[in-house]
């Protein structure tokens, strides 16, 4: 018996005004969708680099605590500070922020400062310097080295173990950072582009907008006094981790004797 309905083929079951409407609702529901997704990935990559951090920050004050005294300042493979570290974390594994990898076309003999997206890197194998071996997204509070041995900027502002610290819950240890390690001071002005950070200023090692309003920028160029967007993440000598703006990293307490400026420099 024949049917009273005529069969209709998939390409005639929908007229051209009807596929428009469906590509149209998806296209819709994909523009909704895409920018949660982004700053979900986001939040977990924020979630791993805290994590990253709050283990450096327990290797350093295991070894702080044990020895007595902060990491040397020294600037051989074997003694630097993410060598040191190794006795007590991972330090391998946990060096790299997801959201700043080590660059896909690394030169595997020369050294590269990083950025708000791709992590520092010294040479690979050859030649033999203090960061032969090493790269990473993240810095040491330089102020934290040992006031003795090599290198010492000023050893009345280091700190030489957990009895000098002043105020160990605005400390800093480790932190995104744009090389291996920085002394930052109050009157260290900002760099104009915080997705590459400068180098010009210590502070301007630190201030990357990593995470945070503008995260994974790599160029975010800005003039004298305009409002730093982002963020990073540090680990603080109490143990705490912590999301910390571009703009109030000049009230942490980076140094001994250090104080806040009323306003940062610009």
């Not at 102020?143 to 819950?169: C, H, I, L, R, T």
Request: glycine share 8%; with cysteine; proline share 9%.
């Amino acid at each position: 018996m024949k049917s009273l309905f005529p069969k209709r083929s998939w390409l005639s079951a929908f007229t051209l005004i009807e596929l428009l409407v469906v590509i149209a609702i998806i296209a819709i529901l994909a523009g909704m969708l895409l920018p949660a997704l982004a700053r979900a990935k986001a939040k977990g990559h924020n979630a791993v680099c805290l994590n990253n951090l709050k283990q450096m920050g327990l290797g350093q004050i295991m070894y702080v605590t044990e020895t007595g005294k902060t990491f040397p300042v020294a600037y051989s493979p074997s003694n630097f500070w993410m060598a040191v570290i190794r006795r007590d974390v991972p330090a391998d594994k946990i060096r790299l922020c997801p959201t700043a990898p080590v660059p896909p076309n690394r030169n595997p003999s020369g050294e590269a400062i990083g950025t708000a997206t791709l992590a520092w890197y010294g040479p690979q194998k050859t030649p033999i310097q203090w960061n032969t071996g090493f790269e990473s997204s993240y810095g040491m509070n330089g102020w934290m080295y040992s006031p003795v041995g090599e290198g010492v900027q000023d050893a009345n502002k280091q700190f030489s173990g957990e009895a000098s610290y002043e105020n160990p819950v605005k400390t800093p240890i480790f932190a995104d950072c744009n090389w291996a390690d920085s002394w930052p001071l109050a009157t260290d002005p900002p760099p104009r582009d915080v997705g590459t950070g400068g180098n010009s200023a210590m502070m301007q090692r630190y201030c990357i907008a990593r995470h945070g309003s503008t995260p994974g920028a790599k160029s975010i160029r800005l003039a004298a006094g305009d409002p730093l967007p982002g963020s990073i993440n540090v680990v603080f000598a109490d143990g705490h981790t912590e999301l910390v703006r571009l703009e109030q990293l000049w009230s942490l307490a980076w140094h001994r004797g250090y104080r806040a400026p009323a306003q940062r420099p610009r």
